[in-house]
């Protein structure tokens, strides 16, 4: 494994002990999505307090670096995200109300596990309209 991927594996341990941590409950992690044109990944999928089903986009960034985590998904990534994420209620076959949060998590310049900051952004497609 590189550094890259166990920074990344990290991030989304310390988001999914987040979630856990605020009473959500974790369904899914890392559910690949290769449908027709749609290719993407879930990082975590959850229920809130609210029995909402919430798709959880993880980014990680070290600090001082050009972007944050919350501003590195651009409009590519997004619209990504939105069309795995379609794909992926629709074969969970969830009904109800469901969004897509973002969770940053940043860590100091020298990359220690030990010293990070965690951000957590809800709803970010609010009020967008996508399609597939």
Known sequence: MTNAQ????????????????????????????NVD??????DIAAIDNENELVIIE?????FGKI??????????????????SMVFVNDLGWEKFWRIDIIGITLNEKQDLDDW????????????NFSL
């Open 6 to 33: 166990k920074i990344g594996q990290f991030a989304e341990d310390r988001a999914a002990d987040y979630i856990l941590s605020i009473g959500w409950k974790v369904i899914a992690r890392n559910v690949k999505i």
């Open 37 to 42: 044109n749609v290719r993407g990944e879930i």
């Open 58 to 62: 993880v980014r990680c960034r070290t």
């Open 67 to 84: 972007q944050s985590p919350l501003d590195s998904v651009g409009a590519r990534k997004l619209h990504a995200l939105v069309k795995a």
């Open 117 to 128: 900051t965690l951000e957590h952004v809800r709803d970010i497609t609010s009020g967008t």
